[in-house]
């Protein structure tokens, strides 16, 4: 039964344009009909193309064996192979055409497990599309020096709030001494290099008292003019720099996206313009919004909340699984993790990078700092990407999107739930009648699945694949290739930034009927959205999810 | 509707700061396990529990929330009734590590915000959870006593790692909560609980993960 599932609805689909308004697939099935050739042929084509879905079937069901969820119907098209990846490169390891059929091909099967730390910096961004490998390899060099700083200053935080917690906690309490703090430790860093220690300032101070962030910084801006010059080495500065401009030229995001231009390459020309914005929107929203919250704090709940991560990604990983325990134990010194009592060694390496990054991360987007959730993005990364400072900025650019969903203003999460809830009305009014009835048209029961993108309710394999075909569409925007480049590629679905959401509301349309029949509350329908935990098939809910955007990205977006 | 109507269900929300035991003590409640690791809860889960009190049956839809603040930020959607007022027919049950001063500053903000949000009479309990780690060290809940005293609340003794104390919280809650569903029946009759259908001994919204470490 499943294969007419499949062919119903890729059938159906293929012929959508040509037969009009009568979609689904119960049709093709009656095609003995009267209109004869031509139903003929579509039905060969009916036969042939479940041939291949099954012959396909078979030879993906056995490579991948148990990581396809046993409820699959639809089969998951070929992952991007190690094969095809080395192809798609020039001999100065330039994507060929600007990465446009590597995106293609990532958007519709995902990616081969053991390319992937190759591929997603690509698809996040550290990478730019058309970098060649020199460039990358100067990218690289320059991107982990600012991890290590920011590490180096993470250490120097911790130690200070160590050295004397009961009374930094009292000077913070009362205002803005721990500027004072920050201060005596940039000067060490000072000591090192005159450019690490404008780096550092501009970092230190993004996470002090905001009224007191503008001037000083604007003077590192100002400092940082002259300098550029010598600094800017074309290769570096150029990914950042333009993917800068875009952000820029996009109204939504120019008030979103501030701190990590503050903390990010010093080396901005035209940053202190941008900044006057910046400090006008933090002393309008962040600061209202400030809750006790500071870095201290979230040192401490980043290491609460790495003891007790997510254990899934085990079975994905088997080097790191087989961590030595001494080489373990040291990872947790080197970050000062020490409750984790009797946890394996895996789990202890594994939980000591996680402190490593997000600790990085919050100094590096005081914005958002920590917020719990965050280690359900980070797992996944640390599972693939072996060495931490390669994590922290494919980290970095999951949470350009992603950091939204952690905001204290809510506004991220507001907008994203308010297109699940239109995805919904325009897709099945019966269903968003029924929701509007029980009060539940925000759709807030979605909200686990908006803020820690599917990793709660997806098996982790699945989950890695949500992203990534997630992330092509992200990187195909980016790249500029918009839907007229797709339309020739005979791709039906146009990439579209919110993927995440569409694939969401496909979840709940899946389970239309049970929530019209059986649910008479919000708090009922939440529990459905909890329990689809481990119960998708993430093919079958990208299928679905294409298939929204197909009809409906033109009035949602 | 008159099988229905004597099926009273009553909300339930957890709140506290993180890493405090919310999500260990509605696990041990409903399905009667522990894990030393349990996952950050993000945003809320929902639980129910039936029991029986005084030969009436109950239920208790338990929300569990998340121990963040930032999460509290979003909106009260789990203690929002269904006609949108806060509280009316629901119970608070406040959890703090017994281990950590910080977290019962937290139970004592949560206790403003319910008092200016919510109806007066809200039932406010108060979880003393982790006394498991009263053995190694004294820990002083003179003053958690007093304090749930001066607001009205019982305070309880937990530990969700050997379950103790933990039946005692919740039936206390729906006795609290039966006692005061009756003395409402004494005025207007008032409208009953929205909804009867509710399956016992839910599962939790997530299994603790079955793998291991090799």
């Not at chain 1, 396809?68 to 089969?75: A, T």
């Not at chain 1, 309490?173 to 000067?187: H, K, P, Q, T, Y």
């Not at chain 1, 009014?429 to 908006?450: G, I, N, P, T, W």
Request: with cysteine.
């Amino acid at each position: 039964m499943w294969d007419w599932g499949w062919v119903e609805h890729g059938i159906g689909s293929f012929l959508r344009p040509a037969a009009g308004s009568s979609g689904g697939g119960a049709w093709i099935l009656g095609t003995g009909g009267g209109s004869g050739r031509w139903h003929a042929g579509v039905a060969l084509g009916v036969t042939a193309m479940a041939g291949l879905a099954l012959a396909a079937t078979l030879v993906i069901s056995s490579r991948r064996g148990s990581l396809k969820s046993p409820w699959s119907r639809r089969k998951r098209k070929h992952p991007l192979t190690r094969q095809q990846w080395n192809d798609f490169f020039s001999p100065d390891g330039r994507l060929r055409g600007g990465g446009v059929k590597f995106l293609k091909k990532v958007r519709s099967g995902g990616i081969d497990p053991s390319i992937r730390d190759e591929v997603w910096p690509f698809l996040l961004g550290v990478y730019d599309m058309n970098s060649s490998r020199a460039e990358r390899n100067a990218i690289q060099v320059q991107k982990r020096k600012e991890y290590e700083k920011l590490r180096r200053w993470c250490q120097q935080h911790l130690k200070l709030s160590r050295d004397d917690h009961k009374e930094l906690k009292e000077i913070v309490e009362m205002g803005n001494a721990d500027s004072a703090c920050f201060v005596e430790g940039r000067d060490s860093v000072c000591s090192e290099e005159v450019y690490c220690a404008q780096e550092s300032l501009s970092i230190e101070q993004g996470s002090t008292e905001y009224g007191t962030l503008e001037q000083p910084v604007k003077e590192i801006f100002a400092s940082n003019l002259t300098t550029v010059d010598e600094d800017v080495n074309s290769g570096l500065t150029h990914l950042d720099v333009s993917e800068d401009e875009t952000e820029s030229s996009d109204s939504k995001s120019s008030i979103e996206e501030p701190e990590s231009m503050l903390v990010s390459s010093p080396a901005k020309p035209n940053m202190d313009c941008r900044f006057a914005k910046i400090s006008s929107v933090k002393g309008n929203i962040t600061k209202a919004n400030r809750t006790a919250e500071d870095f201290a704090t979230w040192q401490r709940i980043i290491r609460l909340d790495a003891i007790r991560a997510n254990a899934e990604w085990i079975a994905y990983s088997p080097a790191q699984a087989a961590i030595p325990e001494v080489k373990a134990l040291q990872s947790a010194g080197a970050v000062s993790l020490t409750d984790y009592d009797d946890l394996e060694p895996c789990r202890i390496y594994h939980a000591a990078r996680l402190v490593a990054i997000l600790e990085a991360y919050a100094l590096y987007d005081p914005e958002i700092g920590y917020c719990q959730g965050m280690s359900d993005l980070l797992t996944p990364i640390l599972a693939v990407v072996e060495e931490d400072h390669e994590a922290f900025w494919c980290f970095v650019g999951f949470m350009k999107k992603a950091r939204h969903n952690f905001r204290l203003d809510e506004v991220g999460i507001r907008r994203q739930l308010n297109i699940v809830s239109k995805i919904i009305k325009f897709k099945d009014s019966h269903l968003y009648q029924h929701l509007e009835k029980l009060q539940a048209e925000d759709c807030f029961f979605v909200y686990r699945m908006v803020v820690v993108v599917f990793r709660r309710e997806l098996i982790f394999e699945q989950t890695l694949c949500l992203w990534e075909v997630m992330w092509a569409d992200q990187a195909a925007i980016r790249a500029g290739y918009g839907k007229s480049t797709w339309g020739r590629m005979r791709l039906r679905a146009p990439p579209t930034e919110d993927l995440l959401l569409y694939a969401i509301a496909a979840s709940v349309l899946q389970r239309r009927k049970l929530i019209i029949e059986m649910h008479s509350s919000m708090d009922e329908i939440l529990r459905e959205c909890n329990s689809m935990a481990g119960q998708l098939d993430v093919w079958k809910l990208l299928d679905d999810a294409h298939d929204l955007v197909v009809t409906l990205h033109d009035k949602i977006e | 509707m008159s099988s229905r109507a004597r099926n009273l269900t009553f909300k339930l929300v957890l709140l506290g700061d993180g890493r405090v035991g919310k999500t260990s003590l509605v696990l041990r409640y409903v399905n009667n396990v522990f894990s030393e690791k349990q996952e950050t809860t993000v945003q809320a889960s929902y639980l129910t529990k039936r029991l029986v009190i005084g030969g009436v049956p109950i239920t208790l839809s338990i929300w569990d929330t998340a121990g963040q603040e930032r999460f509290h930020a979003l909106g009260p959607i789990y203690y929002r009734d269904a006609d949108g007022m806060y509280l009316i027919n629901t119970t608070a049950l406040l959890v703090y590590d017994i281990t950590d001063s910080d977290t019962f500053l937290r139970v004592r903000k949560w206790v403003k915000e319910l008092q200016q949000m919510a109806s007066k009479d809200i039932v406010m309990v108060i979880a003393a959870n982790k006394s498991d780690l009263i053995r190694s060290k004294k820990y002083d809940i003179q003053e958690a006593e007093s304090y749930a005293t001066t607001i009205g609340a019982k305070l309880f003794l937990t530990s969700a790692k050997f379950g103790t104390g933990i039946n005692d919280v919740f039936l206390d809650i729906a006795a609290r909560l039966l006692q005061k569903k009756k003395s409402s029946f004494q005025g207007l009759s008032p409208a009953l609980p929205r909804k009867g259908i509710i399956v016992v001994d839910d599962e939790p919204e997530r299994e603790p993960p079955p793998k291991c470490c090799s």
